[in-house]
Nanobody, 125 residues
């Protein structure tokens, strides 16, 4: 099982970045997928999730309306489009996979069994 994030970097406040996560070694389309992030000195926090088969999406209140999660099951790829970035979005962003979640647990890091190595996103002027 492998999850490889890409697309991180430096952006100005109000700018945009797109993250991608390439998955391999498991049946991607049958897994719920999510993005989490962790800023220095803080706990890992939920950002967004998308159900298997491209179903329902979920967002943290802090990113709702600015970030969009999507998936391409044919390419085994998870994406996160981040718009109107803020300095508080600065963190390492992680892609995660879970074979099964319910609504109350999809936001919990403990529900996910597979994780990528993370990609740094820095928002600064």
């Amino acid at each position: 099982v492998q999850l490889v994030e890409s697309g991180g970097g430096l952006a100005q406040p109000g700018g945009s970045l797109g993250l991608s996560c390439a998955a391999s070694g498991f049946n991607f389309r049958s897994y719920d997928m999510a993005w989490f992030r962790q800023a220095p000195g803080k706990e890992r926090e939920f950002v967004a999730a998308i159900r298997k088969y491209g179903g329902a999406t979920y967002y943290a209140d802090s990113v709702k309306g600015r970030f969009t999660i999507s998936r391409d099951n044919n390419k085994s790829t998870l994406s996160l489009q981040m718009n109107n970035l803020k300095p508080e979005d600065t963190a390492v962003y992680y892609c995660a996979a879970a074979s099964s979640t319910i609504t109350s647990t999809i936001v919990r890091a403990g529900s996910y069994t597979h994780w990528g190595q993370g990609t740094q996103v820095t928002v600064s002027s």
